[in-house]
């Protein structure tokens, strides 16, 4: 989709100081005076501790709390053990003013063992960070290091790289994880975050966990969350619009809203977690403050949209383009700044602006934090990889801020234009919402609720914005439900109503959703809302109606379902919920909402039961099929990652060599037939797999092999009892024929060793990754083919 | 002297016997003869009656790694050992990388060439090789890993097939030419590379018995 654009820039040198750069953070103090609801919240959950499987170093440390529209105290904490947060481990408190406490503890981690000292130190976890992250130039914010207890089932593996132009997914070996679990179940560890914002490297957030004892490191994630794609102001997509503004001084007007935002923003003004600010920045930090990518800036400085003597921004015009010239060759526009470039940026502030209000006036929440915290917009942002234009934008969690791509359209015929349609600017800053709340791990099931999430008050946000004069508290009826149709120039990029057509994204739930990328596991979330709201059709032509739920339902509106919604996801989702929890949630939220009603939770249970999730009142419980993992659980976990940033989902796809039988295996809970049909294909006509499967699971994994072309083997399973039931898996399937002798044994390991650390295999076949160089892929993929394919348990034995 | 072995081996089938466990399975292994050419599995002392550990040992060339597929009668089942794989590293080969100029692996979580597993038909497949060629090749006249065997309850007294089906060895002499770990700037002579290959070695089995 991207081609390489030609552009000289100079590349700053490394400007880093590991030793001045490591700020190592211990047990942290609460960062506000705890109130009596939260001390009473906390000492809920310590008394809880037995019962949990915890012991006396075990503790939690308040993250967030805040009083709802109910007057309960909701406090979130993460769970510590010896003063050291337990990474994934929390816990959810609401504490009612008449005393009841009710304690959410699904997300606390049990028997929580670690014994001694990290052998490495915090500077050392550093410089291995940065040894893999490989940075072409200077940090935007000092990295931070905090040692944290790492539960070892959470060590991350395989990652998957989304092709967007293929449409499936490939290894992306630069992302793969490619230590073995610890043995023991917590160690410690060093969780290093760092952003790169500069001309070399582009915009960059990546997170690593380093163990603390053996320097490997655990985990690795992208920290960016992406729409996978506003005085007087004239943006593209909002006319005529009022922004809000600041005179200065001087007379002129910059693109700073001192009224939604009261508190810094914590990275432009050095006041958060990481040290230094922005480089060089002197302007201001409070309010919602508009800025363009200054394109003459080796560290993609921040420029405010700033002295306008008339206050009027934007042309209203389509905008012409950070460059000038075809697909081929191009030079910089610079026209930004001009009122053509300002059109963008207008878009992008009013959304903000639409979405701030919107969380305020219906839900009584003071920005993207509750707290009131400033943001801001950086518009104009170029694709890192090609310094073409971007057709994306994304929240950062570490900057506090959101960043919006002018849209690939017209360089790419079939792209999208400016991004910051209102619904996408909801989404973005819900993004911000969900990491100051339920922080859904982008992974997985949970990150498929992540993006609906942004989806689903993306889309609250276009309907607020098109509220009656007067009904600020209330979201009105209606919208389009389809997302990012203006940057599409009418195709959207999801259709919530029936998210698969797409092509791609799904309308139910199944077991193996956790393997789909997060944009595209959303679709079900996004359809259990539409139907929430709207109702579900009994007319099977009818993109509303679901086989699951054929009689149809009928909707509670947008306002009650988007209250519920944000309930749940402000007030019971954690980081790793799944779509059952999301169901629980939601039922939990409709009942604290409209207490005593059945109509709510009743029609709760309906949507999801429409996307094959519980079931409706009255419907008997439906056959669940379900694929446990090959051979073990498979030491590699895969994850997937965007080509663009990164989507991480680690679901589990073991590594096999060619041509070995394996035993696959489904369950059918819920049913006497236990019967099933095998598929050797996933969920797209290309994810396919050779060979056949017989009816007992036994399977000859196919000779193709899967490295050379980056691929994934796929399996479906479906129920002869009922064939709206099945559930999916992949294997990744690998030639380790190193020695060429058509035999995959492990002398194999020997042929590719020969070749290890050379910069070129001394045989094409040394490297059964299909690298060019043979590096750790090899033996990491290698071994665990191995251990997979040819368990010590199946060894023959009468 | 031979009476009173006879009559111990008597007593305790007969213990087996009234135990109503049946016959005890026990394997007795003879090691091949100490100066057979080549490669060795050698009895480990460590042995039971029950379970027969078996070490490979080389001639005492140096050596950067060696691997086999070892065939064993049906009614033997190979035992887990490392990390749940059917072979143990007895620590002669060194197989991460190391920084450089020094013996301190640079990252002692990271992926090796050490793994082992069972194949259909009962086939034990070993391979331990080092990685970093800027690491000395190591002596083989000391047990470079182990495997372990046992038999199934009720097998018949008899001799048990033990198989070699395919060995290769990493040589010496093609290291030394990179300086210490993962080296993309390596450039390797002609003559090394032109040794760069597995070779084929032969391994000596002794004689296994269920008795």
Redesign the interface.
Known sequence: MHRFLRRVMPRPALLVLLGALATAHGPSAMSTAPSAQVTRAQSALVAMRSGLHLGDADGFRTRTSLVNGQGVTVVRFDQEHAGYRVWGGEAIVHARPDGEVKTLTRSVLPEVRVGGEPRLTAEQALRIAIRDLQPKGPFAMQPRVERIVFPARFTGGLARTWDPVQQRFRVDRGMSI???P?AAPYVWAYEVRTVLHNRADGHRETSFVI?G????VLRKSNDLRTAAAIGTGHGFYNQNVQLGTTRNADRTYSLVDTTRGTLPNPWLSGTGPFDPPAAGYTGPTNGLMTFYQDFQSLTLGFSLYAGNTVDTWGDGQPYAGSFVGDWHDYVLSYAEGTPNGQSPAVDAQYGVSATWDFYKNVFGRNGVDGLGTSTFTMSHMTDFLTGGPLANAWWSDNMFGMFYGDGDYPYNPNGFQEVASIDVTGHEMTHGVTGSTAQLVYDGESGGLNEASSDIMGEMVEAYGKRPAGSNAAVPEGNDFLIGVQPGRGTPLRWMTKPSKDGLSEDQWYDGLALHEVHFSSGPMNRCFYFLSHGASSDKADDAYSPYLPEGMTGIGNDKAARIYYKALTEYFTATTDYPAAREALLQAAEDLFPGSQTESDAVKRAFAAINVGEAPGQAPRPLVRMPPVHGDGTYLGYVNDHFFGFNNFARSPVLPIG??VKLKATVENSTNTEVEWLTHGRTPLQTCGGTVEPDGTFVTPTKDYALSGDDCWVTVVSKADPLQFAVGTLFVINLDA?D?L?E???????????????RA?SPSHSMTFNY?V???D??F??EA??N?????????? | MHTRLLALAVTALAVAGCSGGGNVAQLSYTDPPPYTPGWRLVKNASSTPTRLVLDLVGPGDKS??????LQAD???????LDD???VHDTGVFELR?LLPDTDVPA????????????????VL???I?????GVSAKSTNLPVLSIALEV?PGGQPGPLALSVL?A???PED?GGT?NG????????PPQV?AK???QPIHIAVGNLQVN
């Open positions: 490619l230590a073995r610890p163990d004892n053996t320097g490997s070995v039988p020695d002798d035999e044994d492990a002398m194999d390991l020997g042929a590719s060793a020969l070749s290890w650390g050379l910069p001394l160089a590096d750790n892929t033996p990491a290698a071994v191995i251990r394919a040819f368990p010590v348990d199946a060894a023959v034995a009468p | 950067r790694g060696v691997g086999f597929n049906p009614r033997l089942r190979f035992v887990p749940g794989m059917p990388s990252d002692l979580g990271e992926p090796v060439y050490f793994a082992g597993g069972v194949m259909p038909g009962n497949t070993v391979g090789f080092q990685k970093d060629r199934a395919k290769r060895a990493i093609i990179v770990g993962y080296d993309p700037q390596a450039v390797l590379i760069s290959h597995l």
